[in-house]
């Protein structure tokens, strides 16, 4: 059993520096305009070659409400209606997706995201599911990983048991803060009774798991009343939580903009809510997995990482790396092999080129040797805490020493510092610097000294 995470605020206030999330590397920052639907048809037909299983991402990108805090690609309104032509550009792009795939290629993972994806009507869920199921090869023995976000606000019990009965068997729920005088600040009011009905609807139908999202850093948020919200989440006993820390950046996201700065905690307190949080997760059962995410011991997740066989892609952490993941929707991010590509993240943009029996593609990247070098050391660092070298000589038939030699002067201080354990032949993550594990596999990015962190939320 790994370690549990050891604070070091010393060590934080060194290393808190703003960089990438590591969903990807090369990072989406890297894609570029000469990735286009030949490159998305190539990869697709090297996937049916191999027979490789699927992971499915459907974006739906409509909310009736906006939250102010928000930095996803989303559309907000009241018209129902508009969901209708967007669905009928979706079904295209099954069709000129699914026509290069094998009907043997199983879709292990699928999930619905957004947005809020329960701004479909239960007709239009209906609808949605059956064309997956028609163009592509879902599961139908429960055995798949069926993931679906959910707003407490826009579900109840007859919703929960729609999803369940369409093949969902995991729920990820926004909650971000229980305090009302937070919700207001941020435009979203949402009580514990709601989050409590949904879960206990969740746990009735059978879901495999619960996921709640939560957000420190928000406005009129204090270390006390963040404390509050967090003990309440752990007596809905959700099988994990994602504590996300909140990036203010609203000269990129004009939703923040209605955000009075003035009432953001201050660096210290955020920090103060961190660590109280971990501490209370800690003390309720929870693992640390890695990248703000927590998980009971036998969660997937945590069982994953214990075997050393967790990986993390455009979903996050996941023990269903190794399948093509096809993104459906607008701005929806696909990787496929050595490929990525995302589609355009306008909406009128993404349904008029479909319109035109087009795939939206707009922009991706495909891995050189260097980038499947390196991807593999982040990949191992960020969900294992640790790298042998000789699996990654192996692998790419390289010397690692003598391959990454002008990093070695920067890893040897991270060893100094406590953060990392550097030997002749590993990299281990101690306990201190796990919350910093960012910070480790940001030495191996060839790419960040060329761009500015801005576009990046700090580590803690």
């Known amino acids: 059993m790994l370690d549990a995470i ?3 605020t010393d060590l934080i206030r060194r290393y808190d520096l703003a960089g990438p999330r590591y969903t990807s590397y090369p990072t989406a920052v890297q894609f570029n305009s000469q990735v286009g639907a030949f490159d998305l048809l190539h990869a697709l037909r090297d996937s049916r070659k191999a027979q490789r299983p699927l992971s499915l991402y459907v974006h739906i990108p409509f909310c009736a409400n906006i939250c102010y805090y928000c930095a996803c690609n989303k559309v907000i309104t009241k018209d129902r209606s508009r969901a209708l032509p967007y669905l009928q550009r979706l079904e295209q792009e099954m ?3 699914a026509c290069h795939l094998a009907t043997n290629q199983r879709v292990e993972q699928l999930h619905f995201g957004g ?4 701004f479909l009507n239960h007709d239009e869920l209906r609808q949605l599911m059956a064309l997956l199921r028609k163009h592509f090869n879902l599961l139908d023995d429960d055995s798949g990983d069926y993931g679906i976000e959910i707003d407490p606000r826009e579900a109840d019990w007859s919703t929960m048991g ?15 803060d229980l305090d009302p005088a937070v919700q207001r600040a941020v435009n979203r009011l949402q009580s514990l009774d ?4 949904v879960i206990e609807a969740a746990r009735t139908l ?3 798991s619960i996921n709640i999202d939560l957000i420190y850093g928000l406005p009129k948020q204090t270390p006390e009343n963040f404390a509050r919200t967090v003990e309440e989440v752990i007596n809905l006993q959700p099988d994990r939580l994602s504590v996300f820390n909140y990036a203010h950046l609203p000269e990129r996201f004009m939703p923040q903009r209605r955000i009075n700065g003035s009432e953001l905690p201050a660096p210290a307190e955020k920090l103060q809510m961190l660590q109280r949080t971990i501490e209370q997760l800690t003390a309720a059962g929870y ?38 993941l096809i993104g459906l929707g607008v701005s929806a991010i696909s990787q496929i ?3 990525y590509c995302q589609n355009s993240s306008d909406l009128t943009h993404y349904q008029n080129a479909l319109a035109g029996a087009q795939l939206a593609t707009s922009r991706g990247l495909v891995c050189n040797a260097d980038d499947r070098l390196r991807r593999e050391v982040i990949q191992q660092l960020i969900c294992n805490f640790s790298l042998k070298f000789e699996d990654i000589e192996q692998a790419f038939n390289i010397d690692f020493r003598g391959y990454f030699n002008e990093l070695w002067p920067e890893l040897e201080e991270m060893a100094d510092d406590g953060l990392i354990e550097l030997s002749s032949d590993m990299i281990t993550v101690l306990p201190a610097g796990r919350l910093l594990v960012r910070s480790v596999c940001m030495v191996f990015d060839a790419y960040l000294g060329q761009q500015n962190r801005q576009r990046f939320s700090r580590v803690i």
């Open 6 to 8: 050891r604070w070091d």
């Open 95 to 97: 069709q000129l997706i």
């Open 115 to 118: 947005g809020t994806p329960t």
């Open 162 to 176: 729609l999803l369940r009965e369409l093949g969902f068997n995991r729920v990820s729920i926004g909650l971000q």
């Open 194 to 197: 709601e989050t409590r009905a």
């Open 206 to 208: 059978q879901f495999r």
């Open 287 to 324: 693992r640390y997995i890695g990248m703000d995410h927590f998980a009971l011991p036998d969660d997937e997740l945590a069982i994953a990482q214990e075997e050393s066989t967790l990986q993390r892609n455009f979903q996050g952490y996941t023990t269903h790396g190794h399948c093509d």
């Open 337 to 339: 092999g050595d490929l």
